[in-house]
């Protein structure tokens, strides 16, 4: 269960990231509701980590959620956002999610 708990507080990095991306893009009350968001998303996401650090290493778990929060970010810009897909880019967040797995096979919890 801990696992799950800190994939999904990565995922809510990732959103709190896009939502920045947003609050960028818009302006007005848009904005303040994209900011709102990432406020949301920031403080459930941190919520969820410290969860999941009462029962993982702090530098696995820390590891883990900043490396699903890059990997997800990436993915959004390139998806979201039309950031460049290049080869070094791509290559580089594949080492990144084989670096992420590696850490859960060799977590002792």
């Given at each position: 269960m801990n696992w799950i708990i800190l994939i999904i507080a990565?995922?809510?990095?990732?959103?709190?990231?896009?939502?920045?991306?947003?609050?960028?893009?818009?302006?007005?009350?848009?904005?303040?509701?994209?900011?709102?968001?990432?406020?949301?998303?920031?403080?459930?996401?941190?919520?969820?980590?410290?969860?999941?650090?009462?029962?993982?290493?702090?530098?696995?778990?820390?590891?883990?959620?900043?490396?699903i929060g890059a990997v997800g970010t990436v993915l959004v810009g390139i998806f979201v956002f039309n950031e460049p897909a290049n080869f070094w880019r791509v290559f580089f967040i594949s080492t990144l999610i084989i670096s992420i797995v590696g850490l859960k096979f060799v977590s002792q919890h």
């Amino acid at each position: 269960m801990n696992w799950i708990i800190l994939i999904i507080a990565g995922l809510f990095e990732v959103a709190f990231a896009f939502c920045l991306g947003k609050v960028k893009e818009t302006s007005g009350n848009t904005s303040t509701y994209w900011f709102l968001g990432f406020l949301l998303c920031l403080a459930i996401s941190m919520w969820l980590l410290v969860k999941a650090t009462q029962t993982l290493p702090i530098g696995t778990a820390y590891a883990v959620w900043t490396g699903i929060g890059a990997v997800g970010t990436v993915l959004v810009g390139i998806f979201v956002f039309n950031e460049p897909a290049n080869f070094w880019r791509v290559f580089f967040i594949s080492t990144l999610i084989i670096s992420i797995v590696g850490l859960k096979f060799v977590s002792q919890h």
